[in-house]
């Protein structure tokens, strides 16, 4: 079941930390509510498409030869050894959300923030209105429309329905871990068809039952391991394909689930104040030392895509980012 491979970072949980002091909420004047896909209007869910669409068209704004949309998965990449398996994994992601939605109003999107909330579609994620070629992204890659991977080492199943069956991402991470370059077919492969069996046993990972008990953790400490190795991870396992390499954001549904990921940590966070400065573990940067232990001033690192700012600004969503859920 190599899909599986992906849940092993829920295995080990750190011992709990002190909590740092509580600090009072900083103020937006009129927080956006992000809702649930399925919320939104059919117009709306046609015009945050449009929007994802447009960023394929846009020029880098980190410097390269490919596009904006590229720049997601280029910076997720890069970044790897930072924003997973360590502390910043929730907060480096709450701001790479925030920052692609940012550029969807670049491109047009009036409508809400938006998330998918998989816990509904337990009975199989191809049943989701996100992957209806009507309402959503479109579904599985199909077996009859195979291209190889740019490095020739792989055989990629194409999206063929929907309004991204055209669209070809810029970048593919691959094992040994490397990023290629040359452009492929947006490409999926779900379990649920593949490996039945192994998507029944991911299902009791990502069903509501489980995530509840994830979000009983009592601290941060335990909180971040087990949203990240549990849910987290097997949605990306569940849904194969481009969510499986670390150019995972060539995925658009990446944004969505992700969005969920918040959504979760933000109702965590409202169980208790002292949590909007909850934050502590070690750090994972290239370059640094991984037992240093994280603080509120460290840096969420964007590079180029848009300001790097401090985890401390991005611990209240209704601080500087300006959303509840």
């Not at 502390?87 to 491109?107: Q, T």
Request: proline share 7%; glycine share 8%.
């Amino acid at each position: 079941m190599k899909f599986l491979s992906m849940l092993a970072a829920a295995s080990a949980v750190a011992p709990a930390i002190a909590l740092p002091a509580n600090q009072p909420r900083e103020a937006c004047t009129n927080p956006e509510k992000r809702v649930e896909w399925r919320q939104l209007t059919a117009t709306q869910q046609q015009s945050y498409i449009k929007a994802a669409l447009c960023l394929k068209t846009k020029p880098s704004k980190i410097g390269t030869n490919a596009t904006l949309y590229d720049d997601f998965p280029n910076v997720h990449f890069t970044l790897n050894t930072y924003i997973h398996g360590s502390a910043p994994f929730l907060p480096w992601h709450r701001y790479f959300v925030h920052v692609y939605n940012k550029n969807l109003r670049e491109c047009g999107y009036e409508g809400p923030g938006t998330y998918w909330d998989w816990t509904k579609d337990t009975a199989g994620l191809r049943l989701s209105a996100v992957m209806s070629p009507e309402t959503g992204f479109g579904g599985d890659g199909n077996p009859d429309k195979t291209e190889t991977s740019p490095d020739g080492a792989k055989q990629l199943k194409c999206v063929t329905e929907g309004p991204f069956a055209g669209v070809r991402p810029e970048y593919l991470g691959l094992n040994p871990v490397k990023m290629v370059a040359g452009g492929h077919c947006l490409f999926r492969d779900l379990p649920e068809i593949s490996e039945p069996k192994a998507f029944k046993a991911m299902t009791a990972i990502f069903g509501p039952d489980s995530v509840a008990e994830v979000q009983n953790s009592p601290n941060f400490t335990n909180y971040h391991w087990a949203l990240e190795g549990g849910p987290h991870g097997t949605i990306h396992a569940s849904l194969g394909g481009e969510m499986n390499p670390t150019t995972s954001p060539n995925e658009p549904l990446f944004f969505l689930h992700h969005g969920m990921i918040d959504q979760l940590w933000w109702q965590w966070q409202e169980k208790n104040s002292t949590r909007l400065t909850e934050y502590n573990g070690a750090a994972s940067h290239v370059g640094e030392d991984e037992d240093r232990e994280v603080t509120l001033d460290d840096m969420l690192v964007m590079n180029g895509i848009d300001k790097d700012v401090t985890v401390r600004d991005v611990m209240d969503t209704r601080g500087s980012l300006c959303y509840t859920y």
